[in-house]
């Protein structure tokens, strides 16, 4: 499958500079193409509760995607995927991490892999067991551990608690092949600022 890339956060009105994205704002933004959407949630700083900081990696995931929960349609375990624009899906991984994803049209998600951490140093530092800053953030598990993030907050929209989500100008922007997958494993859909010293892995 191959997706158009032509809309970019640009086009959508009142989005820069306006604050945090909520409403309307919110709808327009994830309402989108899903490869569109992860390339712009690039820079977009992002706070749960206390601790955040600016997305530098993501992933897009499509329904006819054999790599998606979404692929062989609604579940009980995947149904915040078929919510709103803006709603967030989090599931658990190897029966020990949890992952964070944001809806853009029903089925499809930006999986959201690394954060530079900007706010809730020391939270993050406690819940991480370290210090080292680019070690908060690097990969979806680490970043919804450094957050506080699991099932609890699960199926709820971005501009409601303990969400919030601000947009972002336009990044340098690298792509390369999804982590951790089997399945249309070379479809080129992570992407990740260029030149960003808090990413999951390097892309190559």
Not at 39 to 58: P, S
Not at 162 to 180: D, E, H, L, M, N
């Amino acid at each position: 499958m191959v997706s158009p890339v032509s809309m970019s956060i640009e086009t959508i009105n009142g989005a820069i500079g306006a604050g945090p994205l909520a409403g309307e704002s919110l709808r327009q933004f994830f309402e989108r193409d899903a490869i569109e959407v992860a390339r712009d949630l690039l820079g977009c700083h992002l706070m749960v509760n206390d601790a955040g900081g600016r997305i530098t990696e993501t992933e897009a995931y499509y329904p006819d995607d054999e790599a998606s929960h979404s692929f062989r349609g609604p579940t009980k375990r995947n149904g915040a995927m078929y919510g709103r624009p803006g709603n967030v899906y989090i599931y658990r991984i190897y029966g020990m991490y949890w992952c964070l994803n944001f809806v853009c049209t029903p089925g499809s998600a930006a999986l959201i892999r690394a954060l530079e951490p900007e706010t809730g140093l020391a939270t993050m530092a406690e819940r991480r067991g370290t210090d080292v800053l680019t070690q908060f953030c690097s990969g979806p598990g680490k970043l919804c551990q450094a957050l506080g993030i699991d099932i609890a907050i699960n199926d709820r929209m971005l501009d409601q608690p303990p969400y919030a989500i601000s947009p972002s100008a336009p990044v340098p922007i690298v792509s390369g092949k999804r982590i951790g997958i089997t399945k249309n494993a070379e479809a080129p859909w992570r992407f990740g600022i260029q030149g960003s010293r808090f990413l999951s892995k390097p892309f190559r």
